[in-house]
């Protein structure tokens, strides 16, 4: 069992940053790819990006490449998205998310999810 804490999210000004993190109790974060996601009002949850379980591998959306990125630190139990020049259209409740398959959590799935950080970008 794994439970996922996100905390950092708030209201920046376009064209600044946040970091993110996902606190993961457990044992066996370190065997997990870890993801983020995000959900705007109104629109479906899109995938932003996964690490795999020792972070030497990531995948990222195409409209958050150069501008996010994520990374862990296995001895901590925590995830982390970094969030630079952000937009108005990345605004939306980011959640992070656990699974043992690096493609699984690419194509959406999750075996364990957080509860979701709200993010607000103002132009």
């Known amino acids: 069992q794994v439970q996922l804490v996100e905390s950092g999210g708030g209201l920046v000004q376009a064209g600044g940053s946040l970091r993110l993190s996902c606190a993961a109790s457990?044992?066996?974060?370190?065997?997990?790819?870890m993801g983020w996601f995000r959900q705007a009002p109104g629109k479906e949850r899109e995938f932003v990006g996964v690490i795999n379980w020792n972070g030497a591998s990531t995948l990222y959306a195409d409209s958050v490449k150069g501008r996010f990125t994520i990374s862990r630190d296995n001895a901590k139990n925590t995830l982390y998205l970094q969030m630079n020049s952000l937009k108005p259209e990345d605004t939306a409740v980011y959640s992070c998310?656990?699974?043992?398959?690096?493609?699984?959590?690419?194509?959406?799935?999750?075996?364990?999810w957080g509860q979701g950080t709200q993010v607000t970008v103002s132009s």
């Open positions: 998310a656990a699974d043992l398959s690096f493609q699984g959590v690419r194509g959406g799935r999750g075996t364990y």
């Open positions: 457990g044992r066996t974060f370190s065997s997990y790819s």
